[in-house]
């Protein structure tokens, strides 16, 4: 009896374990949109490619903690916003209109100004320039 | 030559000396200087003013003071924690105030989008168990649903892995953690009172939670789940209450979905959830508990911040809300349970809460309470001072809260 409902628990158990591991698998398919990057003194460098269908792209720079989210204004100037939440330091997702904290409930709009708390400080933004066809972000 | 050379050692020895703890020291300083930059430190709290018209009685506490502190070991590695004082006060064997631990955990990081925490932590289940600083909710009290049914802050034990999508604004969860403790059911509670809140935690059942949160643009829309065992005992004890143990022995299923929406200082929130304890027969034979075997809750809140139309742009906040609240926490009970309708239970609260800064909050609500008949079947030894059981209540509430 005893070993029958150690089988029937262990096999609850390994169902409920492969059902996490495919809600697990699904980072993997985060990582498409990315563009992977290093730096090369303290500048990142994009191709202005990049923008052709999207006005947003999600950078992720090698040895840096948080995805750099890079955006094309209007003006065809680009901005470059941390990921980071200005309260308490967890990493941000991009909802089409702006960002959203999971940890605190923070939210922030496209520019990264607070539009609600409980961060109260803006994104970390980033200066850019364009040179050629390359977009290029200034870490310092 | 012999005072010379004893001279001449004592300089070298002072010198050394000296140079030693300029080094030390300079360590010290840099050590010092490493472990702020990586440490932080954080906080909530609140106050409540309550008044009970029924009981012509009101009180004034300091429900909570919490202080975070979180330490980066390393790009990869971090360390979270959350220390809470309820109630102000702890004093040997009065009762009342508590100190607890509500989050202690370590995250590791996989990439930005992706991470595990092992220690202490809160499942993603429902709206405030994450998200309950009292800057971030309308009314004074956290709401019934989530405090009744979702046994916020549901803190256990366990690991969970958080990842969101990039293409689709997808976030998930999943997370393994010790289960409940059916032994600890009270009558009135559903939930609440099993919780093992990270304290000698039996490990003999597990439980499993997972969330899908959907967010685009103004919309969140989440929905979540957990399924554990509630009878940690070894197999022959629980053999002799006739209960079923293991990893999911006397299982416990929570079911939950919200939605939020906010857009021009309009707010909407909507949530509901569902408890099943198909055991709760088992459960009442072997502790007397009165559990019920179904549970469960809703409410509906709209709130505006008026500040909006008055001000346009003004960084201040003066949001007005109302809410309706539904929850059953006897919904089912088995055959060997006693319905009680006071446990059927509708709130609305209607109230102003005033953000002069993003981490400040000022609060007003008045809620109605309206509830079902006392069950006399319930009533053991009733005090001849007991005042006769209203159906309806009515409760104001004034606070202030704060995070940072």
Redesign the interface.
């Known amino acids: 009896m005893?070993r029958r409902?150690?089988i029937?628990?262990?096999c609850?158990?390994c169902l409920?374990?492969s059902?996490?591991f495919a809600?697990?698998e699904?980072?993997s398919?985060?990582?498409?949109?990315?563009y992977k990057t290093s730096i090369i003194e303290s500048k990142v460098s994009i191709p202005v490619s990049l923008f052709v269908s999207s006005n947003l792209q999600?950078i992720?720079v090698k040895?840096l903690?948080?995805?750099i989210a890079l955006r094309k204004e209007n003006n065809d100037s680009y901005s470059a916003l941390l990921?980071q939440c200005t309260?308490?330091?967890n990493?941000l997702?991009?909802?089409?209109?702006?960002f959203?904290c999971?940890?605190?409930?923070s939210?922030f709009d496209q520019q990264g100004h607070?539009?609600?708390?409980?961060?109260?400080q803006s994104l970390k933004k980033y200066s850019t320039q364009i040179i050629s066809d390359q977009i290029i972000i200034s870490l310092k | 030559m012999r005072v010379l050379l004893s001279i001449l050692l004592l300089s070298f020895c002072q010198f050394v000396l000296a140079q030693s703890e300029s080094t030390a020291e300079d360590s010290l300083h840099k050590g010092l200087s490493s472990f702020i930059s990586n440490t932080s430190i954080g906080g909530y709290g609140n106050v409540l003013y309550k008044r009970n018209f029924n009981q012509d009685y009101s009180s004034i506490n300091l429900e909570r003071f919490v202080l975070f502190l979180g330490h980066k070991f390393s790009k990869k590695i971090y360390f979270f924690s959350e220390l809470e004082v309820e109630d102000a006060l702890v004093s040997g064997a009065e009762e009342g105030g508590e100190i607890a631990l509500e989050q202690c955990y370590l995250k590791f990081n996989t990439n930005p989008n992706n991470y595990f925490v092992a220690g202490l932590f809160l499942p993603r289940i429902g709206i405030l168990n994450e998200n309950h600083l009292p800057n971030t909710f309308n009314g004074n009290e956290r709401t019934q649903v989530e405090t009744l049914i979702l046994p916020s802050t549901w803190r256990e034990l366990g690991i969970a892995y958080y990842g969101n999508l990039n293409r689709i604004p997808l976030t998930y969860s999943i997370a393994l953690m010790n289960g409940l403790d059916a032994a600890s059911f009270e009558h009135g509670s559903a939930l609440r009172e099993g919780r093992f809140e990270g304290r000698n935690a039996s490990a003999n059942n597990l439980a499993l939670s997972a969330s899908l949160k959907y967010n685009k643009n103004n919309l969140i829309a989440q929905i979540s789940s957990y399924y554990g065992g509630s009878v940690g005992l070894a197999a022959k004890q629980a053999d002799s209450l006739q209960l079923d143990s293991g990893f999911f022995g006397t299982p416990v299923l929570v079911n939950e979905a919200n939605l939020q929406y906010e857009s021009n200082g309009f707010s909407l929130r909507l949530l509901g959830s569902y408890i099943s304890i198909p055991n709760a027969l088992e459960i009442n034979r072997a502790y007397a508990s009165n559990t019920p075997q179904s549970a469960y809750g809703v409410y509906l809140e709209a709130a505006y911040n008026i500040f909006k139309v008055l001000h346009s742009g003004y960084n201040q906040e003066l949001n007005f809300f109302a809410r309706y609240e539904k929850l059953d926490l006897n919904y089912s009970i088995p055959e060997n349970g006693i319905i009680d309708e006071t446990l059927n239970q509708q709130h609305i609260v209607i109230g102003l809460n005033y953000l002069p800064i993003k981490n400040v909050s000022i609060k007003a609500d008045i809620r109605l309470q309206h509830t079902g008949k006392q069950n006399p079947a319930l009533i053991i030894n009733p005090s001849p001072t007991l005042p006769v059981y209203k159906l309806d209540n009515t409760f104001l509430n004034l606070g202030i809260g704060y995070s940072f």
């Open positions: 005893q409902q150690f029937k628990s262990s609850s158990f409920l374990s059902a996490g809600i697990v699904l980072s398919c985060a990582n498409l949109p990315v999600i992720r040895n903690e948080y995805d990921m309260h308490a330091d990493s997702n991009s909802t089409g209109n702006g959203n999971n940890l605190h409930g939210r607070v539009l609600k708390g409980p961060a109260a």
